[in-house]
């Protein structure tokens, strides 16, 4: 009963709260009633006037797109000059009729126009309709001779961008479009958005956004009742985006482009101690210029049916197996880690007594064989025997330790390009994480020779080359000029780092991390070994690129060939023993080869390769030759650009 | 007769159709046909996106209200705490997951709707508070024992929402909260004491206001300080309203809000472009609709017998009266823009969504509101 006594004073509490709180809720509602009299009736007026006057609207105006530069401040991708017609629709008072008389001047056809009408829908009635953003001279005169009778019509000087170097430069510059709703979600875009801006849609452009976009303009009209503008009052200019300066010498870039002219492949040339991209190209390519206005439906078709797919950027997003170039990098890990003397002989017999591992036959690429091999020469004449050997003594792990090290089975420009692919340099934890199987001797054994699972990139591959090259330091690549790094200081520290004692850091050897510009081996000697076996090969007889050496120490390099198979080659291809013009293209190897050059005091690595062009010797070494002989020519000229005094030796 | 039915507990179907409290459903559809139009005119006379969506969530969620209302009222009483748990774990997911849109982070992405769990949170509160102040006596209402466990509920969420950061959400939350108890009978002087301690701690509360906020305050007290920065919402809210007059410029000829001078006019400044278009006549009925719809919620609260629906419905119009508040007086320059919608009438999912779940809530206290429910 007491309990129930409670009760029912908590019921009155509750209720004598609630009216009180309904009191107060009375009130407040009060207040809000009657300030709504005050600004809708007393000062109905007042707020009025304020309305009418209140009428300014704004217009934003495009930003020109900051332009792109090579090393030599040469323009890659400029802004220029476009003729397009704009209809302000808050002017237009029949839009068919305006629409029709557009069309009979300047010759719409009838899919554009209901593309037009589309576009229309989507916009505010005071919005402005591009039309048309790329008329040519002839149809904009025509438009300002009848301009007095289109309502509405602006005739527009405009900007659009141009790319000078077309197909030269696509893969790495990129090109713009129209912005996608995906586009318009990122920050950058979205702050500084206006209807018809381009925006970036790969390579430079596309991850610079940022730098290009530059602030859009404000123009404020005044305007009346319905709309129209009276006069303009403010102007707060539009500020162009800023320039990107890129470390590619444009003249390199397009004879490496050139060279490559009907083939499908990459050539890749990097400075092998500042890391500097010098040229990337891809092939085939195509042209950025189309895709500014829309590309039309036959071009489009015709880039993506082709069967060498020039959309792909071969040499970021291009994976091949580095076949014998690898093998430097094999070597040089054998020596490093202690498995083997430089001077132990091994024989190969050639196709009838080949390599044996537990009933399986592994083959050298000479059906004759090469006869008693040491290191040295095993790398010249790239003797498959004796790399299996090796790679069997050292073990895929500690292998792909060094092969990491140097720059493979990880992306080489960060996010720069969104394509840009990791390669992958397989370990036995990796094949358990990722096909859940162990791994196999058989598998070390062909991971020797650059086949098997191992995967990488032409960027990647004349990264491990220039890293080599440089005396094993490592490097940071890089395509947008670096201005925070003196590379003066670095060139000359790493030149004059006689440095060899052994490192005495616990697992040294083992550590994957190693600082940019910090040496990366354990004993200098090894590389020096590695470097003149490498000059072994393209200097001297037997070597495998024997034929495109240069004579004149000027020009004198020393490189790899490498010859990636794309299947399993059978014992009846040995007896068939083709040529390579007479397999399917499909069927053929890639070509290969990567050099770094001049041989004394060297600068610049290059990897070159051809897709199913055969063997590196016969294919991929000449272009290598060729275009060698022009980086150094123009290698003086670029140390003085770069206010350097490092000369040539 | 009325005893047997209740002491069965058993009520037929035609008897919970005749329980129902038809008024407050034909001022919710009223309200939210009114929306409609008003949302349907921020788009420029088009019946396109926002109208579409708005339309299609209301049907939704005025169907979901309707099956809900017949949910018995000690169901919702036995899974408070329950709400008032999810209601923290989706404003912790907000906090790690939640997606971002103009510098705040509110919403979870459930593909159909990004909702905002703050909203949800509202009704969540609410029901717990309800449930907490039925079970104690009230002898026990004023022992610190009783008084500390509520107030960590209450910060708990306030806390978490402010960190998206939302200031006003936060702010309304801890409104209802602080409704409830102030219901249940806490001795006034705590009140008082409490908003003295406000008044004098005002200084520091505002030097950790983001700088937006800061702004966003200062402005409120002289609007012309930045006419065309911070204080231009309020200017223009203010000309819109003002220009409005006794009968409006009429449907889909407000000039302001037409000409894109008002900032998400179909969310927190509906009010406005309502206001502008059908003058101080229609905003006094719009206005009325609200007591209105206020006052029958009360009125289901005070023909229940539980506690914890009586607590639960004056708590909720409580809530509903101050977003009603909040808002208006935010659009009307007399409160610094915090951003609150207006219930029903803006354009958003979630907000409509707790809403509507809170007014079923409602209606099953009146459906069932003999029911009593056990202490325990």
């Not at chain 1, 792909?312 to 076949?323: D, E, F, T, V, W």
């Not at chain 2, 708590?315 to 029903?344: D, E, K, Q, R």
Request: proline fraction near 3%; charged fraction near 20%.
């Amino acid at each position: 009963m007491l309990n129930r006594g409670r009760n029912i004073e908590k019921g009155r509490v509750i209720t004598r709260r609630m009216f009180i709180l309904a009191a107060a809720k009375i009130l407040l509602f009060a207040g809000i009633s009657s300030r709504l009299y005050n600004l809708q009736i007393s000062d109905r007026e007042k707020y009025e006037i304020l309305s009418d006057k209140n009428r300014i609207r704004e217009w934003k105006t495009p930003p020109q797109r900051g332009i792109i530069v090579d090393n030599f401040n040469k323009v890659l991708a400029s802004n220029d000059r476009v003729f397009q017609l704009h209809l302000m629709l808050d002017e237009i008072n029949d839009f068919d009729v305006t629409i029709f008389k557009i069309k009979n001047l300047i010759g719409l056809d009838q899919f554009q126009i209901k593309k037009l009408y589309k576009k229309k829908e989507r916009l505010k009635p005071w919005d402005t309709l591009v039309v048309s953003d790329n008329l040519t001279w002839e149809q904009f005169s025509k438009i300002n001779l009848y301009l007095h009778e289109l309502e509405g019509a602006k005739p527009v000087l405009s900007t659009s961008r141009f790319y000078p170097y077309a197909n030269d430069l696509v893969h790495i510059v990129g090109y713009v479009g129209d912005a996608s709703p995906k586009d318009l979600e990122k920050s950058e875009i979205k702050e500084n958005f206006v209807p018809g801006l381009k925006v970036g849609k790969y390579g430079i452009e596309n991850s610079q956004e940022k730098m290009l976009i530059g602030n859009y303009g404000i123009k404020r009209y005044e305007v009346n009742a319905s709309g129209k503008r009276i006069s303009q009052i403010d102007y707060i200019k539009e500020r162009q985006g800023n320039k990107v300066s890129l470390t590619i010498d444009i003249e390199i870039q397009k004879y490496a482009q050139e060279l490559l002219k009907g083939k499908a492949g990459s050539i890749c040339v990097m400075d092998i101690y500042t890391g500097e991209v010098v040229a990337m190209a891809s092939s085939p390519t195509y042209d950025p210029n189309k895709f500014t206005h829309g590309i039309n439906e036959k071009d489009w078709k015709e880039i993506r049916n082709n069967p060498l797919k020039p959309l792909i950027n071969k040499s970021i997003a291009g994976l091949y197996s580095p076949g014998s170039t690898f093998k430097p990098l094999v070597a040089l890990a054998a020596l490093e880690y202690g498995i083997l003397d430089p001077n132990k002989t091994i024989r190969c017999k050639g196709h009838k007594h080949p390599y044996e591992l537990y009933g399986v036959k592994y083959h050298c690429w000479k059906k004759e064989g090469h006869g008693y091999m040491k290191l040295r020469n095993a790398i010249k004449q790239s003797c498959d025997i004796y790399f299996y050997e090796m790679a069997r003594l050292l073990g895929v792990d500690k292998l792909s330790i060094i092969a990491k090290r140097y720059g493979l089975g990880t992306n080489v420009l960060g996010d720069l390009y969104n394509d840009e692919k990791n390669g992958l340099v397989p370990d036995t934890k990796w094949k358990r994480r990722a096909l859940e199987q162990s791994w196999y001797l058989g598998e070390t054994v062909i991971n020797g020779i650059g086949q098997g699972y191992i995967q990488t990139t032409p960027l990647q591959l004349c990264l491990m080359t220039a890293q080599i090259a440089n005396g094993g330091y490592k490097i940071k690549p890089h395509i947008i000029k670096d201005d925070t790094i003196n590379f003066k200081n670095v060139i000359n520290k790493i030149k004059l780092d006689e440095s060899n004692f052994p490192l005495h850091e616990r697992n040294y050897l083992d550590d994957i991390n190693v600082k940019y510009y910090q040496r990366m081996y354990h004993n200098k000697s090894n590389i020096n070994f590695v470097l003149d076996a490498m000059f072994g090969s393209t200097n001297e007889q037997y070597g495998t690129s024997y034929r495109s050496r240069y004579d004149n120490p000027k020009y004198q390099f020393a490189g790899k060939t490498g010859t990636s198979q794309v299947r399993r080659i059978t014992d009846l291809d040995r007896v068939l023993d083709l040529d390579t013009d007479q397999i399917e293209y499909k069927k053929r190897d890639h070509a290969l080869y990567v050099a770094f050059a001049p041989y004394k005091d060297p600068r610049y690595a290059i990897s070159v390769i051809i897709e199913h062009g055969g063997s590196g010797s016969k294919v991929a070494a000449p272009l290598a030759s060729k275009l060698i002989k022009r980086i150094i020519d123009r290698h003086k000229l670029r140390e003085q650009f770069n206010n350097g005094n490092t000369s040539l030796a | 007769m009325l005893r047997e039915r209740i002491q069965a507990s058993n009520y037929s179907f035609l008897d919970k159709l005749r329980s129902i409290d038809y008024l407050l459903i034909l001022l919710i559809i009223a309200i939210g046909s009114i929306s409609v139009f008003a949302i349907y005119s921020t788009e420029g006379g088009k019946f396109s996106f926002y109208t579409k969506n708005h339309i299609i969530r209301l049907s939704i969620f005025f169907s979901l209200f309707l099956v809900l209302s017949f949910v018995r009222v000690s169901t919702w009483y036995k899974n408070a705490y329950l709400f008032y748990v999810i209601g923290l774990i989706l404003l912790l997911i907000v906090l790690f997951f939640g997606i971002s849109a103009s510098g705040a982070t509110r919403w979870i992405n459930l593909y159909f709707l990004n909702l905002q769990p703050s909203e949800l949170m509202k009704i969540a509160v609410i029901i717990c508070f309800a449930r907490y102040y039925h079970r104690i006596q009230s002898s026990d209402i004023q022992s610190y024992k009783f008084l500390i466990q509520p107030i960590i509920l209450l910060i708990i969420p306030c806390y978490l929402v402010m960190q998206q950061p939302d200031l006003g959400t936060s702010i309304l939350i801890a409104g209802s909260g602080i409704a409830i108890i102030w219901l249940a009978g806490l001795n006034i002087k705590y009140f008082v004491y409490s908003g003295l301690l406000l008044l004098v701690s005002l200084p520091f509360v505002i030097s950790i206001l983001k700088p937006y906020q800061k702004s966003r305050i200062l402005t409120f007290f002289n609007p012309d300080r930045d006419p065309l920065g911070a204080g231009y919402q309020i200017i223009q809210s203010k000309i819109a309203i003002g220009s409005g007059g006794f009968f409006g410029k009429g449907f889909l000829k407000g000039t302001q809000s037409y000409l894109e001078f008002l900032p998400e006019k179909h969310t927190d400044f509906i009010f406005t472009l309502f206001s502008e278009e059908f003058g101080f006549l229609g905003s006094i009925i719009l206005l009325f609709l609200y007591i209105l719809l206020i006052y029958r919620i009360i009125n289901v609260g005070l023909v229940s017998r539980s506690f914890f629906a009586k607590l639960y419905c004056f708590g909720f119009a409580t809530t509903i009266f101050l977003y009603v508040f909040v808002n208006i007086a935010m659009v009307l320059g007399m409160l610094p823009i915090v951003g609150a919608p207006l219930p029903i009438m803006s354009y958003g999912g979630s907000s409509l969504l707790s809403i509507m779940l809170g007014l079923s809530i409602v209606m099953s206290c009146k459906i069932y509101n003999q029911e009593q429910i056990s202490v325990y």
